[in-house]
C-alpha cells in the first residue's frame, strides 16, 4: 500500500495529500468560473444569442443574466456552465479547430452549455442531476435532440513538471507539487501521533527544488 503524507498547516487546517499522486480537484457545476486573461473574455455575439435563445423559452429572468467567455485556460473541457452566475466558458481552443467543422463545434458545444442553464433555470429550486431528463429536453428545445452527455472532442490535459519536494524529517514521507506551499506545513500522521493533532514545528516539511 502506497504511503499516505497528510499536510497540517499554522493554522490548524489538516489537508490530505497523496504522496505519489496529489488530486486534483474536479469541475462543479456550481463553482465560480476562472478569470480569463486579457483578450479573451466575453463574447457579445454568443451572449445575444443565448439571450434570444432564453426569450424564446419564455425564460427573460436567465436572458438578461446570461453571458459567454472564451478560456484560453481550459485544458480539457470543451465548455462548462455556472448556475450560479448564469455564464458559459467555452475553450478557446474550440478557435483552433480546422476550418471544415469549426463553427459546427463551436455551436454545438455553446448549446450543449447554454441546455444546462435552461434545465436549471426552469428547474427554479428543485434538484436535477446535471444531464439528467431535464436537460435532455433542454436540448431538444434547443435544436439539439439525441445530445451526447459528455462532449465528443477530446482535449489531452497539459502535463505539468513538478519543481518542488517536500520531505516529513520524522517519517521520511515525500510529496511533489507542481507550485511552492505558501504556507509553512507539517506531516499531519506525525502531528497526530505525537502531539494530539496540533501543528508541531518537529514535523514541518522541509522544502527541496527539483532540477
Not at 455556472?82 to 474550440?94: C, D, G, V, Y
Request: glycine share 4%; proline share 7%.
Amino acid at each position: 500500500m502506497a504511503h499516505q503524507l497528510e499536510l497540517f498547516d499554522d493554522d490548524d487546517e489538516p489537508a490530505s495529500k497523496r504522496a505519489e499522486e496529489p488530486r486534483i480537484p474536479q469541475h462543479s457545476p456550481v463553482a465560480e468560473p476562472a478569470r480569463v486573461r486579457p483578450g479573451a473574455g466575453l463574447d457579445p455575439e454568443l451572449t445575444q444569442t443565448a439571450a434570444q435563445h432564453a426569450e424564446r423559452l419564455e425564460l427573460g429572468s436567465l436572458a438578461r443574466r446570461l453571458s459567454v467567455a472564451w478560456n484560453p485556460r481550459m485544458r480539457t473541457a470543451a465548455g462548462r456552465a455556472f448556475t450560479q452566475t448564469a455564464s458559459i466558458e467555452l475553450n478557446s481552443k474550440l478557435q483552433e479547430l480546422p476550418e471544415a467543422h469549426r463553427e459546427a463545434e463551436i455551436q454545438n458545444t455553446f448549446l450543449h452549455e447554454l441546455a444546462h442553464l435552461v434545465a436549471y433555470a426552469r428547474a427554479g429550486r428543485r434538484r436535477i442531476a446535471p444531464h439528467g431528463p431535464e436537460w435532455q429536453t433542454a436540448c431538444r428545445d434547443l435544436g439539439i435532440p439525441g445530445e451526447s452527455r459528455c462532449h465528443s472532442l477530446d482535449f489531452q490535459p497539459r502535463r505539468m513538471r513538478r519543481k518542488f519536494a517536500y520531505q516529513c524529517p520524522h517519517c521520511a514521507a515525500v510529496i511533489q507539487r507542481v507550485r511552492k506551499l505558501k504556507r509553512r506545513v507539517a506531516c499531519y500522521d506525525c502531528c497526530r501521533e505525537h502531539n494530539r493533532g496540533r501543528f508541531d514545528r518537529r514535523f514541518a516539511l522541509v522544502e527541496r527544488k527539483l532540477t
